[in-house]
């Protein structure tokens, strides 16, 4: 039997583990989204290839993360994998090559350098203005 892969529900876990709240990625996706939309899109089943590519954009993410990740076989794989510690053996890497919270950190502390940006720049513009304004 075929597993249904939930892309809604992908979609509501991979802004979760990036810490983004639905208000915040209907902003991000225009002036058509809000909190509820982004609620109502994250019960849905399957999502148009057009809008999923639109939300990897915004989140960082491929599309085929949301179109592929199954939880149930990620655990299914997880479960397999490790093995009683008890006994000394593994057969995973304890020490992996990337710290995957490291990772969201990272991307996190880009978002917050674009906003600051995009804020002195909204500051720069409106100073602009005033300097305009001012001069008539």
Sequence with gaps: ????????????????????????LAYELGEDWNQKKISILEQKNQIETPL???????????????????????????SNTFTDFKDGASAINIKPVFNPIEQIIKL?????????????????????LERLIEGK
């Design 52 to 78: 999923l590519e639109q939300i990897s954009e915004v989140l960082k993410i491929p599309v085929e993360a949301f179109q592929n990740f199954d939880e149930e076989q990620a655990v299914n794989i997880i």
């Design 1 to 24: 039997m075929e597993q249904k892969i939930h892309q809604g529900r992908n979609i509501k876990r991979f802004r979760e583990m990036l810490g983004i709240k639905q208000e915040a």
């Design 108 to 128: 996190h502390d880009e978002k917050i350098a674009l906003y600051e940006r995009m804020l002195k720049e909204k500051d720069e513009m409106m100073a602009r």
